[in-house]
């Protein structure tokens, strides 16, 4: 069992910056991937970003550029760098960690406000 901390969410005026982390309790080292998934109100959960065990990155279109995900196996933390942020990006962010055999856990999320 992995459990997964986020934080670093807050309210931002639009064209600011946040920087989310996702602390595990145990190693990352070996998770398939770990993501960051958001979900505003009304709306499904999406994927936001991707990072693969072997260090590759995904973003979805919306947010290239502008979000950038990391990791530091050492720390266990995973990062979320957004960097421009709109209005629509306003969600509660998840973090998700996808291991062997299908074994995944979720984060409780952490709130991003983006609004002036």
């Known amino acids: 069992q992995v459990q997964l901390v986020e934080s670093g969410g807050g309210l931002v005026q639009p064209g600011g910056s946040l920087r989310l982390s996702c602390l595990a309790s145990?190693?990352?080292?070996?998770?398939?991937?770990m993501d960051w998934y958001r979900q505003a109100p009304g709306q499904e959960r999406e994927l936001v970003a991707r990072?693969?065990?072997?260090?590759?990155?995904q973003h979805v279109t919306s947010v290239k550029g502008r979000f950038t995900i990391s990791k530091d196996d050492d720390k266990n933390t995973v990062y979320l760098e957004m960097n421009n942020l709109k209005p629509e990006d306003t969600a509660v962010y998840y973090c998700?960690?996808?291991?062997?055999?299908?074994?995944?856990?979720w984060g409780q999320g952490t709130q991003v406000t983006v609004s002036s």
């Open positions: 998700h960690y996808w291991g062997w055999g299908n074994v995944e856990y």
């Open positions: 990072i693969t065990r072997e260090g590759g990155t």
């Open positions: 145990g190693s990352i080292a070996s998770a398939l991937t």
